[in-house]
């Protein structure tokens, strides 16, 4: 070929060559020149690119080279959720799934007559690496971030920019003019051996696991350690988009193969589930034949349409799921039992093994979870034991090969003594409580009782506080925090917000700037949602979604520290352990001076407000007698008492002749009655408990209109079907509910209104055959925006 004179023209004809060679080469996988060819041209064009800078385009492929390191990566915020998909482990599980998808969409269901309607699933390995987002704007790529914890990730655009498979800017036209693609970074089975290979030769320390070592390479501050990585990305799907694409996954995936994107060479559409199963089989079947690491199968309803009408739960799409591979096993032998100390004191066993290698990853801990599974297990220290990779992820020990235990082996045995601070072990109790009695028995659980006194204890607790879902105080890692403790500086959570400049900036690794970002970021966290502060605190068994109900339910730091087991329950999905659980963190002393403390030193709580309409005089005196579980007196007896007295007074009054007048109220049951309320500490913990549902205004008594005033939605059930533009449908869910309306995931005779956006099937079917009121988006914004919320 002649080559063209003019630089400029040739540097544009070098660029589509070497382009043109990248996407035969990385996503093609039919390389059409030698690598030596390849080489010249590519340093052809370097050599114009250096005599003349201003030829220099973002899009050449000499940009992939890394420039300077950078000294932290920024966050970026998905504009749409990284969501997590949800697991399946075995057969049933897949047809659960499918069954859950078929119901969602109402399609036709099987009978004796015919199979009903199968959905047609985008099938492909998942593979094991680190999921991230690249947006392109006008065909160039412009950003990368990481996953993160789905809402906010890392910018690591120098660095996706060295992956070779990346392209700079997309091949052909008619691409969005925002386009936001994602998928996996990963690094092969021979790639990740050489990089090991070289690491050795080097003297440096080897990774464990391909992922490990792709995470670790994405996350390098310097973009040129990146680019010596065999790093690579495969796509499986789409983020944000400003434009039009197919109206179907695989489609949409074929779409980005065309403009330079690499797909998996595995992807498959199947009809139904089991072709599902059967696509599963056959890539179980060769996956230690692929050139990369999987660890399962993901499977995406095909049509965008169905998706759509399916949705998301709090985490993950109704649409996909990962059904994972079977764990792989191995021998070793159990080298000793060490005991760590957690976040709530419970002293754990772990494992320490001879190192081996299972499903790829070298292992050489494992977790025993308590001491009643090493009691199961009949383990001792010296067995030979059988270590399985849980879902590929956790190294965990599956049983002991007894006719290999050594005649030296020794028992397991629980410290007497913290190992960390000292203060004695105990084990606690289990309390069943039933029928108005309790039953005490020994938990499988052992704790450290030094609580905050306890180092181990205390670098948890401030870890837990300090996290992004809880009050997120970007810069106090574990080993900041740990130096936080040891020098003595933290004691308790509070502590943080007494913290000085000269303090932190004494501490090891910090610097001017780096000190000023974190007493910055201490001070931003101030103001937390009632939700992430409940959370923050680390109330053993309440997670982030129990910390968000007792926020949007009982509205107040105040009701929430205030109230009794026995109100607690009267909460959705909060049962009497998980109550008294509560109820004893806030009821300790200790917790007490640590909430006040940190309010004191300047902590001030959003979304605080009044109780959640739907509680507003929600108990009834026949549902209250019944959970006292009074012997004799079961739910058709409540409600005979509650219609024949008054008020609860009248019934703890009640003699054995107004007993007797009520109707079909039998004798063993107001003997059980009787005795029940003759107690006097119990009759005295009754009336506490009525009390405090009077002033939550729970109270059947209470008005219900003065807890429903300014919620305009109060006692509505609405629906959320098909897409949304302005938002999406969890957001569109939280405006509704702030507005005092129940969310339903149906439409019944009892549904107040339907917001339909584009794609709405069946839900929008039955809405209009049941004469349900049907709002479009607009219209949805126009209420919103009639009640004070502009999104």
Not at 492 to 507: G, I, N, R
């Amino acid at each position: 070929m002649t080559q063209t004179q003019d630089p400029a023209a040739r540097a544009i004809e070098l660029r589509e060559q070497i382009d043109l060679h990248n996407h035969r080469y990385y996503v093609l996988d039919e390389p059409s020149i030698p690598d030596a060819e390849y080489d010249r041209l590519f340093n052809e064009l370097k050599a114009i690119e250096e005599a003349q800078p201003d030829l220099i385009t973002p899009d050449s492929p000499t940009q992939r080279v890394g420039g300077a390191a950078l000294s932290a990566f920024g966050t970026v915020a998905h504009e749409v959720p990284m969501l997590s998909l949800g697991n399946a482990f075995d057969e049933q599980s897949m047809r659960d799934f499918d069954r859950r998808v078929r119901e969602g969409l109402d399609l036709p269901a099987g009978d004796l007559f015919g199979a009903g309607e199968a959905v047609e699933y985008c099938c492909e390995p998942k593979l094991d690496g680190l999921a991230v987002s690249l947006l392109y704007e006008n065909g160039q790529l412009v950003r990368g971030a990481t996953r993160g914890d789905g809402s906010t990730g890392e910018d690591i655009s120098s660095n996706v920019r060295t992956i070779r498979n990346v392209p700079l800017k997309l091949r052909g036209q008619g691409w969005p003019a925002v386009l936001e693609v994602r998928g996996e970074v990963f690094i092969n089975k021979a790639g990740f051996e050489a990089l090991n290979e070289r690491a050795r030769e080097a003297g440096s320390k080897t990774f464990a696991n391909p992922r490990n070592a792709a995470a670790g390479s994405l996350r390098q501050l310097d973009p040129n350690i990146t680019r010596a990585r065999p790093l690579e990305f495969c796509c499986y799907g789409i983020g944000r988009v400003d434009g039009e694409l197919p109206d179907s996954q695989v489609g949409i995936l074929h779409q980005l193969r065309e403009w330079g994107l690499s797909i998996s060479k595995e992807l498959k559409l199947a009809a139904g589930v089991d072709e599902c199963l059967e696509y599963y089989r056959d890539i179980g079947e060769r996956r230690a034949a692929l050139g990369y690491e999987i660890d399962g199968v993901v499977f995406k309803v095909n049509k965008l349409a169905y998706q759509r009408e399916l949705g998301f739960r709090a985490r993950e799409p109704r649409w996909a799921i990962a059904h994972k591979f079977p764990a792989m096993e191995e021998i070793t032998e159990l080298l000793d039992v060490e005991f760590q100390v957690g976040r709530t004191g419970a002293v754990t066993p772990v494992a320490r093994l001879r190192p081996v290698l299972v499903a790829g990853v070298t292992v050489s801990n494992a977790t025993l979870h308590n001491m009643d599974e090493v009691a199961r297990l009949g383990l001792m220290i010296g067995d030979s034991v059988i270590i399985r990779r849980a879902g590929d992820v956790i190294p965990q020990v599956m049983q002991v090969v007894a006719d290999m235990r050594p005649a030296d082996a020794r028992p397991v045995k629980i410290p007497e003594q913290c190992p960390v601070c000292g203060s004695d072990v105990e084990r606690t109790q289990l309390i069943k409580r039933g029928r108005g009695r309790e039953t005490v028995s020994e938990g499988a659980v052992y704790r450290c009782v030094g609580r905050l006194t306890c180092q181990a204890q205390l670098k948890q607790a401030i870890i837990h506080f300090v996290s992004r879902r809880a009050l997120d105080i970007d810069g106090l890692g574990e080993k900041i925090v740990e130096q936080l403790v040891d020098t003595g500086l933290v004691s308790s959570p509070a502590d943080l917000y007494l913290l000085t400049y000269e303090q932190v900036l004494a501490l090891e690794g910090f610097a001017e700037i780096s000190t000023k970002n974190l007493l910055g970021s201490i001070q931003d966290s101030k103001q937390p949602t009632l939700a992430r502060f409940i959370y923050a605190l680390g109330i053993p068994d309440v997670g982030e979604e129990t910390a968000k109900l007792l926020a949007r339910s009982l509205g107040s730091l105040q009701r929430i520290s205030q109230a009794l087991p026995e109100v607690l329950v009267y909460l959705p999905d909060v049962g009497m352990e998980v109550a008294h659980e509560i109820h004893a963190f806030f009821d300790d002393e200790h917790n007490q001076t640590v909430i006040r403390q940190l309010l004191e030193r300047g902590l001030v709580l959003q979304e605080e407000g009044e109780l959640n309409p739907e509680l507003a005089a929600s108990v009834s005196l026949a549902e209250f007698i019944t959970r006292l579980e009074i012997p004799g007196v079961a739910k058709t007896g409540a409600e005979r008492l509650a219609a024949s007295f008054t008020s609860l007074e009248a019934i703890m009054q009640a003699d054995w002749l107004e007993l007797k007048r009520v109707e079909r109220f039998t004798e063993k049951a107001q003997t059980g009655l009787r005795d029940y309320f003759a107690d006097a500490q119990r009759r005295e913990r009754v009336l506490q408990i009525e009390q405090q549902l009077k002033a939550f205004g729970m109270h059947w008594d209470s008005p219900r209109a003065a807890q429903s005033e300014g919620m305009p939605l109060s006692g509505q059930t609405w629906v959320l079907t098909g897409g949304l533009e302005a938002f999406s449908r969890d957001v569109a869910k939280d405006y509704l509910e702030s507005l005092g309306a129940k969310v339903a995931g149906s439409v019944s005779a009892k549904t107040h209104c339907v917001v339909a956006g584009p794609g709405a099937g069946s839900k929008l079917a039955k809405a209009e055959q049941l004469n349900v009121p049907v709002l479009d988006e607009q219209g949805l914004l126009d209420l919103l925006k009639d009640h004070g919320i502009e999104p």
